[in-house]
Structure formats: structure tokens, C-alpha cells
């Protein structure tokens, strides 16, 4: 089973950027998605963005369309998320998962990290 870790997380005033990192071991398959989810205390598991690895297509909710952009590394076999003007309500901890399909629920993935914190201060 495929192991991913999250880097890059931190402390971040309103309106700053961040920019993590999820590292897999091993190579996906072209046709897998790497994803982003964001957890905090408010709220259930929130999908962010995804980005299937061979094509890079990539897809967004709403709620960060615009502010944060997936990318991807093959050669590095490192995912990137790219936020920016943050907003307090961007806080949490951020998770990185793969599957084979893009799913707002959490357990269609089947590998997931342990995840980064983000605080955005006010």
C-alpha cells in the first residue's frame, strides 16, 4: 500500500500563501488521483482539489477555486498544493489521499497521510 507524507504546513497570516507537499512512495498509476482534503474541528473531512497523475486534469471545489492550485512532480512523485490568499476559515489539517477516482467521501481513497497543520492567524 502506497505510503504519502505531508510537508509544509505552518503558521500564515490572512491573505498569505502556502505551498505543501505529499510525497508518495512508489509510482501511481496514470490513471490514479492524488488529492487533497482539509480536516478541522468544525467540519467534516473537506475534499480541496485532486489531479489524476498521468494527465494532470485537475478539479477544485468551489471553496478554493481560484486561491489554490494542485500540481504535480512525476519525477519527484510529489503532489503540490499552492494556497493563497488564505482566510481564517482555510485552517486545519491537510491531508493528502489517492484513489481511483475523485470522490468528495473520504473512504473512496485508500491511502492516505497523516497531514500538515495550517493555522491562519487573523
Known amino acids: 500500500q502506497a505510503q504519502l507524507v505531508e510537508s509544509g504546513g505552518g503558521l500564515v497570516q490572512a491573505g498569505g500563501s502556502l505551498r505543501l507537499s505529499c510525497t508518495i512512495s512508489?509510482?501511481?498509476?496514470?490513471?490514479?488521483?492524488m488529492v487533497w482534503f482539509r480536516q478541522s474541528p468544525e467540519k467534516e473531512r473537506e475534499f480541496l482539489a485532486g489531479?489524476?497523475?498521468?494527465?494532470?486534469?485537475?478539479y477544485y471545489a468551489d471553496s478554493v477555486k481560484g486561491r489554490f492550485t494542485i500540481s504535480r512532480d512525476r519525477a519527484e512523485n510529489t503532489v503540490y498544493l499552492q494556497m493563497t490568499n488564505l482566510k481564517p476559515e482555510d485552517a486545519g489539517l491537510y491531508l493528502c489521499?489517492?484513489?481511483?477516482?475523485?470522490?468528495?467521501?473520504?473512504?473512496?481513497?485508500?491511502?492516505w497521510g497523516q497531514g500538515t497543520q495550517v493555522t491562519v492567524s487573523s
Open positions: 489531479i489524476r497523475w498521468g494527465y494532470g486534469t485537475t
Open positions: 489521499a489517492t484513489g481511483s477516482s475523485y470522490s468528495n467521501t473520504p473512504t473512496s481513497y485508500w491511502s
Open positions: 512508489g509510482r501511481p498509476y496514470s490513471s490514479h488521483v
